[in-house]
């Protein structure tokens, strides 16, 4: 068992989940963190299946033929993955929002990786998440997380310092690629490392100034759409994937969300949500947002809350300027994740491609001004 800081146990197993003899590790792993399932073991052949898109670390769902409905997901960390992440913190912060209903339970954790409840449900894809339905979901599910922190003990929360977070990573960018094709797309990329320490100062700068205001909220931090799960039975959204969740500026966590519209197999900014979805996307959320802090959450229409042209555009002008923090952040980890993954994705490309974003938008979003209350 495993201990953790407010004396909460989790389950742990001492083995090394192996992916090329990947049935024999899954049920070692089952028999351990699911022995109810024993005498299905014994009887039936286990089924495993690969999510694809993940390019960070391997996921697996396992079930049986009888009951493929449940399903038990296997997480298997990517290589070297906790130089930028807090495992630790990221199990607890699953805990927590199990607590909350915003998670699912975590059933064990093994040497490398974790083994915890499938969320029932389709991932989104950009034809459906942007879609007036969908976007509705995701919006009130997500103004539910938002507001953790208000019922949550602040030892639970982690904290997810965005700037913090990118200098941390710039430290952990190579000086130089092992691979030589890498050591000359990142030449060919970018003009050189420090330019990325004057980026932050300068989106530090900027953020901090008096008159651009976003409340700390826990955040997801990573909400592509990919990490979101469409429960069709239920005509509900749920959100996996809480590796980087924490609090943060509740405009970064919708910025982030925008610019994950563009996808990350195929990323293309045209893709990237236009002024009118926006505008439109905000109100919905600031709609609900208000409901819930002026403790009316359960009863009224969401779209009976009043809110007013001041208080979108404000909302829109600080998440549009956040969307440059999204990007530089992502780039950052790219640069770390291409020297360092196992998993077949050109990061160094990807990272370009949100590079040329970041610089094409850079000046218009640092001179776009907070309309005045």
Known sequence: MQQLKDDRTIPTLAHHFDVENAENSARLLLNHFRPHLSQQLKEEKLIITEFT?????????VYFPSDRRNKTLIKVYGA???RILDRA??????LMLNEHECCGKVYGLFENGMCYEFVAGQTMTFENVGND????LIIRKLVDLH????TASEDELQVFDAFKKMSGFLELVPEAYKDEK???QFVEYYPNRDIFAKEIEILREHLTDSSIHSPKVFCHNDLAYGNIVYDKEKDCANFIDFEYAGLNHQAYDLANHFNEFAGVEECDYSRFPSREYQISWLTYYLKCWNKVHNGDSDGGADDDVEVTDQQVESLYVVV???TLVSHLLWILWTLIQAEHSEIDFDFLRYGKLRF???NRRKHELLAMTVPSP
């Open 53 to 61: 898109g993940g390019v960070q670390n391997k996921t697996l769902a």
């Open 80 to 82: 070297d993955t906790d």
């Open 89 to 94: 913190g990221e199990i607890r912060t699953r």
């Open 133 to 136: 339905h969908c976007s509705r």
């Open 147 to 150: 507001c953790v922190n208000r």
């Open 182 to 184: 890498q050591q000359r």
């Open 320 to 322: 549009n300027k956040f």
């Open 356 to 358: 040329d974003e970041y």
